[in-house]
């Protein structure tokens, strides 16, 4: 499967981001074709992998056939946020999602996510910080993200921008 340049460079540092693991559980939010997917199942022991767009988990499923550590899931977020035991997540990756939503849906993504998080499990975010349609730009629904964290007591360890993109840690 292929992918752009800017593609492969935001899985790269995405990845450092991320660490080297092992993780038990990880959620991947906007799992979209399963690239990313497929390179955090190696760091995880189970990984459940969400997207919004049929086709994409059609595309995600064929490339991560043979990698039984992921289920795919189909959802409306935070609506349909997956079915999780609180504190079950060792890692959290939110990718080129939050813009997507409402200040209000991020807020309460962002409670979703802490109430599956693992004390101590990282949280990253990546954002497209170019010109968007959306209801924020990547950049203003990173930071009403990581604010979200930021009152509930988690520390940011990174921000970084990079050429088209923002990476963010929480932990």
Do not use: Q
Request: hydrophobic content about 40%.
């Amino acid at each position: 499967m292929t992918t752009s340049a800017y593609e492969r460079r935001k899985y790269a540092t995405t990845l450092d981001h991320v660490g080297r693991g092992p993780f038990g559980l990880a959620l991947e939010l906007g799992c979209a074709i399963g690239i990313m997917s497929r390179a955090l199942a190696a760091r995880c022991d189970r990984l459940v992998a969400v997207d919004t767009a049929a086709t994409a988990l059609d595309h995600a499923r064929r490339h991560c056939a043979d990698c039984n550590r992921i289920t795919f899931h189909r959802a409306f977020l935070p609506a349909e946020f997956p079915a999780l035991r609180p504190g079950s997540c060792d890692l959290v990756v939110i990718s080129e999602l939050l813009y997507f939503l409402s200040p209000a849906d991020i807020r309460r993504l962002a409670d979703r996510v802490l109430a599956v998080r693992r004390p101590g499990g990282p949280i990253v975010l990546a954002n497209w910080t170019g010109p968007t349609d959306t209801p924020c730009s990547g950049d203003d629904a990173a930071t009403l993200f990581v604010a979200r964290c930021r009152d509930r007591g988690l520390a940011m360890t990174v921000t970084a921008y990079h050429d088209g993109y923002r990476l963010d840690r929480l932990s």
